[in-house]
């Protein structure tokens, strides 16, 4: 009888190679009682009965349905449940707070990709290089004088709205930048502020002084909507506006106006709605970078998130917290 803790699967099988590459799978194996073969997508098998009986780590990833208190019930043992992506908002119910599961998250790993795909979008945006691109294609023109005037980063302000975890990652990789850097989070202090490099504003005034405004707030019903078509007309002349986080954050309707007049340009990786239709306004703009969820982990930045399980696992087998933990008062503030 093995003293390992037994594990499970519960995603979508296409995630598993990519969260779990052979060596990442090897130290897994080392760790638990796992079957690699068993992915679970729909708990109300029969043929499950067994194992989640058993089972006393689950470890999740999109695509698997919401832990609820018949899955629990059919799962006694069961003490952490481990996710391999981002928010567990969607899969963590009350039910599992009731009964004292330790839930883990993926996230701020998932958060390094993001804020990277953010800092080279703030650097190419400073420099126009998107409508410039297309300018250079259309024109055949070398160089464009009448478009470089007020170009470059030397100086620029970005205003970056909200101190997540890849609002903070965003601006550490802003330092060492000539770079002004504005925070608004209604949960930080100046302190806390300072301490990544910004100075704390409220919303408004950050809209108002940013030459870039970068979203990554969580999609809660606060922040619905929160980039009104009044704060978009805050934003300056000319202002570049980057969403990572959500489409629902920003107005849709106020954005399109803002974008179809060429008073603001735009670089999003999310829309409301998501994706966009193939006859979206949007695809056709100069003004507008789009690209299709591409920010988070991809690829092979997935391995990152399955490694942070197994690191996960250690903590737990050694009698420690984990070191991602997510507690249910998080979820107010958290996406």
């Known amino acids: 009888m093995s003293d390992r ?73 069961l003490r952490a449940v481990l996710h391999a992506a981002g928010s567990v908002r969607s899969l ?21 990709p993001v804020a990277e795909y953010t ?3 703030i650097l190419l945006a400073g420099k126009s290089v998107f409508s ?21 980063n030397n100086g620029r302000t970005v205003g970056i709205i909200g101190a997540s975890r890849i609002g903070k990652r965003v601006l550490e990789l802003l330092r060492p930048f000539d770079l002004r850097a504005l925070l608004f989070d209604p949960y930080a202090d100046q302190a806390q502020a300072a301490a990544l490099g910004a100075r704390l504003v409220p919303l408004d005034d950050l809209l108002s002084n940013s030459d870039i405004v970068s979203v990554h707030a969580p999609d809660i019903p606060a922040t619905r909507g929160m980039l ?14 980057i969403n990572t986080s959500r489409g629902a954050l920003i107005d ?41 969820h591409i920010a988070g982990s ?11 399980v197994v690191d996960e696992i250690d903590q737990l087998v050694a009698g420690q917290p984990p070191l991602h933990q997510v507690l249910p008062t998080d979820l107010v503030r958290v996406a």
């Open 5 to 77: 803790p037994a594990a499970l699967f519960a995603m979508h099988p296409q995630h598993l190679a990519e969260l779990f590459p052979p060596a990442t799978m090897a130290r897994l194996q080392r760790r638990v009682e796992i079957d690699t073969g068993l992915v679970v997508q729909d708990f109300t098998d029969p043929a499950l009965a067994r194992v989640l009986a058993e089972t006393q780590i689950l470890i999740t990833g999109w695509g698997c349905p919401r832990l609820d208190e018949q899955v629990l019930d059919a799962a006694p043992r």
């Open 92 to 112: 963590v119910t009350d039910a599992c707070w009731d009964r004292g599961l330790t839930v883990s998250s993926a996230a701020q790993a998932n958060a390094l």
């Open 119 to 121: 800092l080279a979008m």
């Open 132 to 152: 410039l691109s297309r300018s250079y294609r259309n024109e055949a023109v070398y160089p464009l004088p009448r478009a470089l005037q007020g170009l470059g």
């Open 228 to 241: 009104s078509r009044e704060r978009l007309a805050l934003i300056k002349d000319g202002g570049v506006v």
């Open 252 to 292: 849709p309707h106020a954005l399109l106006r803002e974008l179809t007049s060429g008073r603001l340009a735009a670089v999003l990786d999310v829309t409301d709605p998501g994706p966009l239709p193939a006859d979206s306004a949007l695809h056709d703009l100069p003004n507008v970078f789009l690209t299709p």
């Open 298 to 308: 991809v690829g092979n930045e997935l391995g990152r998130l399955g490694a942070t």
